[in-house]
């Protein structure tokens, strides 16, 4: 019976540490990502990409926690070709520029992260475009169940993808992968967000400061 009892406590602990993939449409990525929880990192990926705050989220240019796939290796220049088409220069310079994963060699992008508390939640929010419709990618995160797969399909080549990847660390690092398979063609990695949501946004901290000094005048 006890080792019964074990059994499923290990199992309902792996479970609750697995990690889940949602993906969803959208031309504005940036318009529904994500800003609760204090941001670990986030950058703007791509050939002349630049550091950009946009919706409350600011975009670095180092790539140096990213191997494989050249993370600034693509620009758009014809406007066919383009994600974004709009008159925003910040989001132009977010949305069509990118780091290439090719079929060709089999490439993968390697996106790792340290120095993460054990137990706490986090969400990783990655942009990504394919090269023309039909094409596909598969993002994997930091551990073996089955939900920390994800294969993506892109019906059209022109409308981005935001893959949201929530998680609890189990370990103070993490890397998350993303590739292009035999037949899968390209796709783009255009930028990418982690936040620890188990940490209070700094404002969030401050208001939580602020009512707690009103708190103890009106205990006085």
Not at 29 to 34: A, D, F, G, Q, V
Not at 44 to 58: E, F, H, K, V, Y
Not at 76 to 83: E, I, L, R, S, V
Not at 99 to 118: D, P, R
Request: hydrophobic residues 40%; glycine residues 10%.
């Amino acid at each position: 019976m006890k080792r019964m009892l074990v059994l499923t406590v290990c199992i309902l602990a792996a479970a609750a540490n697995a990690g889940v993939w949602t993906v969803t449409k959208n031309a504005d990525p940036t318009s529904i990502m994500l800003t609760d929880g204090a941001l670990v990192k986030a950058s703007n990926l791509g050939l002349n990409a630049a550091a950009q705050t946009i919706d409350g989220i600011s975009y670095d240019i180092d790539y140096s926690n990213i191997t494989g796939a050249n993370a600034a290796s693509k620009q758009w220049t014809d406007p066919a070709a383009k994600f974004y088409t709009g008159a925003d220069a910040a989001l132009e310079n977010l949305l069509d520029t990118g780091g290439e994963v090719s079929i060709w060699g089999q490439k993968n992008m390697n996106i790792s992260f340290s120095g993460l508390t054990v137990g706490d939640d986090y969400r990783f929010q990655l942009i990504m475009g394919g090269a023309w419709g039909g094409c596909a990618a598969n993002l994997y995160g930091d551990t073996t169940g089955p939900s920390d797969y994800k294969y993506v399909y892109f019906g059209d080549g022109n409308t981005p993808r935001l893959l949201t990847y929530t998680f609890t660390a189990t370990s103070d690092t993490v890397i998350i992968n993303t590739n292009a398979g035999n037949g899968q063609a390209t796709h783009f990695n255009l930028a990418y967000a982690l936040h620890d949501t188990s940490v209070p946004e700094p404002a969030t901290m401050i208001l939580l400061g602020l009512g707690s000094l009103a708190a103890l005048k009106r205990r006085k």
